[in-house]
């Protein structure tokens, strides 16, 4: 019944900057670490970025540090994934992903496809 909804992605020019969103339905949104993973084509999905039931800790992988920003708005049950100084190696399908922070259990959404390409 857990449901996220990415939307935002598609195609940008090098050093341009994109805003991906994730809407979460059916959970409680407050209970849940929310990350950004990514995966490009013969790669290993890696995670890009994560941020805590409050937004007061974030964590971010080297590669997009000081370029991304990961923020949540609790009230509309959304992170979202601020991306600048894009370049094409951030090319990839990039996933949202809900972690409960009660037991182990996790949500996935469907991802959503960025490309950066001139």
């Known amino acids: 019944q857990v449901q996220l909804v990415e939307s935002g992605g598609g195609l940008v020019q090098p050093g341009g900057s994109l805003r991906l969103s994730c809407a979460a339905s059916r959970l409680t949104f407050r209970q849940y670490t929310m990350s950004w993973y990514r995966q490009a084509p013969g790669k290993e999905r890696e995670l890009v970025a994560s941020?805590?039931?409050?937004?007061?800790?974030?964590n971010y992988a080297d590669a997009v540090k000081g370029r991304f920003t990961i923020s949540r708005d609790n009230a509309k049950a959304t992170v979202y994934l601020e991306m600048n100084s894009l370049n094409p190696d951030d090319t990839a399908v990039y996933f949202c992903n809900a972690q409960w922070t009660v037991a182990p259990r996790a949500y996935w959404g469907q991802g959503t496809q960025v490309t950066v390409s001139s």
């Open positions: 941020i805590s039931t409050t937004g007061a800790s974030t």
